[in-house]
């Protein structure tokens, strides 16, 4: 549901605000702590961030997905692992649930996850599955009421926080996605157990683990959706999770030019500005035509999502341009920076590092070209 403009812009302006006197100041602090602070969390919790496309019904925010794109810009304009905190509740780790729950599910888990009480996860990559997601191996075998699971996950957003999985595992002899059904796993299921954090190129402050299943019991309560079902919900579930991510690359994008403005008006070389230079000038030039691009295509598939069109193809491309803008951007933004770029000091190394993950998850840039590819091929052009 589309918020009133005045509910909206309201909302936007927390937000901004939110980002410039708390996120942005400690963004160098997190970053070597690998940790954002307890205490910051729960700000975001108070500001209702872990529940924003949780429907109001069950204490959430239920933005649409324009409006939520809008936020994500925002929340894009910092370093990404601070919305990597509540990112997953929002989008991969409780659409599962919100799109295809019981209602019984819903009332059970929605509040928890709209007051970030309840962290949710979602894992789906395992070590042989990643690009490849259909032909995951975690087992969920069939056993009087419920389900026993063994198998791993790799590379779980969130998991050392979470409460909450939803996990995608092969149940009955179906091959490839057919046979892939979908669970919602508390973490204190006996037989769950996460990895150490892995060590990472950038956004550090964001953790990804591995997740062991050990003859985990699963209530068939807790199936998500039909038996056979599961590959289609992850499907449908990093859809919206692409366009979310692309509306994050446009906000850091925006964040880099304004820096990179800043620093070109403020540094002299051959006795001006760098900002009257006009190589300097081409290259804040292209990366403010593509970020307004990204914008434009991200926006506009949040709209017709909205309108209840399938954008599986906007959704991908929207993605793969906006997270290849947001490496050239940040790439461009170290030129501009000259040697300072290069320096730890001025963090646009770090942002350099942090971006370099948006061409890789939800969808490498190759998965969405495949699927852009298939759909137009599908659609006939
Ligand atoms: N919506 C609904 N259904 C869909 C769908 C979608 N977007 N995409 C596919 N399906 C359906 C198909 O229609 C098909 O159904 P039928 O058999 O009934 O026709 C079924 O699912 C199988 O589809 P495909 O034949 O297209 O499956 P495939 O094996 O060829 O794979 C793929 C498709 C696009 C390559 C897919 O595996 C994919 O997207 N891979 C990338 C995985 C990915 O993004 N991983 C990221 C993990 S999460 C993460 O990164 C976050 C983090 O925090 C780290």
Not at 256 to 268: G, P, S
Request: hydrophobic share 40%; glycine share 10%; charged share 25%.
């Amino acid at each position: 549901m589309a918020l009133d403009t005045d509910t909206r812009d309201q909302l936007i302006e927390t937000v901004r605000r939110f980002v410039i006197e708390r996120l942005r100041p400690l963004e160098a602090q997190v970053a070597e702590d690998d940790a954002i602070p307890d205490a910051l969390v729960d700000e975001m919790r108070e500001l209702g961030l872990f529940g924003l496309s949780v429907p109001e019904a069950y204490g959430g925010l239920g933005l649409g997905m324009e409006d939520e794109c809008l936020v994500a810009l925002e929340l894009g304009r910092t370093s990404p692992a601070f919305r990597s905190a509540f990112g997953t509740n929002v989008g991969i780790g409780s659409q599962g649930l919100i799109m295809h729950g019981t209602p019984e599910q819903k009332a059970r888990w929605l509040p928890g996850i709209a007051c970030g009480e309840i962290v949710t996860s979602f894992a789906l990559t395992e070590p042989e599955a990643g690009s490849d997601s259909a032909s995951v191996q975690t087992r969920a075998r069939l056993d009087g009421d419920g389900y026993v699971l063994n198998g791993s996950k790799r590379y779980i957003t969130n998991a050392d926080k979470a409460h909450l999985f939803t996990v995608m595992a092969r149940t009955g002899d179906a091959p490839g996605a057919k046979g892939v059904s979908a669970f919602l796993v508390p973490r204190d299921s006996p037989g769950l157990s996460v990895g150490k954090p892995e060590r990472k190129m950038g956004q550090h402050g964001a953790h990804v683990c591995d997740v062991i299943f050990e003859d985990v019991r699963v209530p068939a309560e807790n199936r998500l959706g039909e038996e056979g079902q599961g590959f289609k919900i992850a499907m449908q579930v990093l859809d919206r999770g692409r366009l979310h991510i692309s509306a994050v690359c446009v906000g850091l994008a925006e964040r880099l030019i304004a820096d990179c403005v800043a620093y070109a008006q403020e540094r002299r070389q051959f006795g001006s500005a760098i900002a009257d230079l006009q190589l300097v000038q081409a290259m804040i030039a292209d990366s403010k035509t593509e970020a307004l691009a990204a914008r434009a295509l991200a926006l506009e598939t949040a709209r017709r999502r909205d309108a209840g069109e399938n954008v599986t193809l906007e959704a991908a491309s929207s993605k793969l341009f906006a997270s290849e803008m947001v490496g050239r951007v940040a790439d461009r933004a170290v030129q501009i920076h000259g040697g300072a770029g290069y320096m730890t000091e001025y963090g646009v190394e770090r942002f350099y590092r942090d971006v370099r993950l948006f061409r890789i998850y939800e969808g490498s840039s190759q998965i969405q070209q495949l699927v852009i590819a298939r759909e137009t091929l599908k659609r006939g052009g």
